[in-house]
Nanobody
Framework: QVQLMQSGGGSVQVGKSARLSCVTS????????LGWFRQAPGMEREGVAG????DTYIADSVQGRFTISRERNDLGLQINNLKVEDTAMYYC?????????????????????WGQGTQVTVSS
C-alpha cells in the first residue's frame, strides 16, 4: 500500500523560503517517479518537479527557485524566493513502473498515488 504523507507549508512572506515534505511508504518497486504539483484556486494542477532516484526535473516556470530532493523516505520540495503567485495547494504524487521523463513528469494523470495536500500562502 503506497502512502504519501505531507507536511510543511503555511503562511510565508514574499522572498522567504519554505520546505515541503512528503514521507513515502510502500514504494516497493525498482522504478518509480515522484512528483510535486500545485494547484491555485480556479487553476489547473501544475507539475513543478519530479524525482526518480537518478534524475531530478524542475518545470521551467519555477526553475532556479524550486529544488526537489529525497533523503530516505522523505521527498522534499525546497522553494526559495517565494512569490505571491506561488500561493497554492501543493501535492506530492507517485507512480510505479516507470521513471520520470522530461516530457511527462508534469502529467498529473500519469500518477496513481497522491498526498493529502498542503497549503502554501505567500503574502507581501
Amino acid at each position: 500500500q503506497v502512502q504519501l504523507m505531507q507536511s510543511g507549508g503555511g503562511s510565508v512572506q514574499v522572498g522567504k523560503s519554505a520546505r515541503l515534505s512528503c514521507v513515502t511508504s510502500g514504494l516497493m518497486h525498482d522504478t518509480y517517479c515522484l512528483g510535486w504539483f500545485r494547484q491555485a484556486p480556479g487553476m489547473e494542477r501544475e507539475g513543478v518537479a519530479g524525482y526518480d532516484g537518478a534524475d531530478t526535473y524542475i518545470a521551467d516556470s519555477v526553475q532556479g527557485r524550486f529544488t526537489i530532493s529525497r533523503e530516505r523516505n522523505d521527498l522534499g520540495l525546497q522553494i526559495n524566493n517565494l512569490k505571491v503567485e506561488d500561493t497554492a495547494m501543493y501535492y506530492c504524487a507517485a507512480r510505479l513502473g516507470s521513471w520520470c521523463h522530461h516530457y511527462d513528469f508534469v502529467d498529473s494523470q500519469s500518477y496513481s498515488y497522491w498526498g493529502q495536500g498542503t497549503q502554501v500562502t505567500v503574502s507581501s
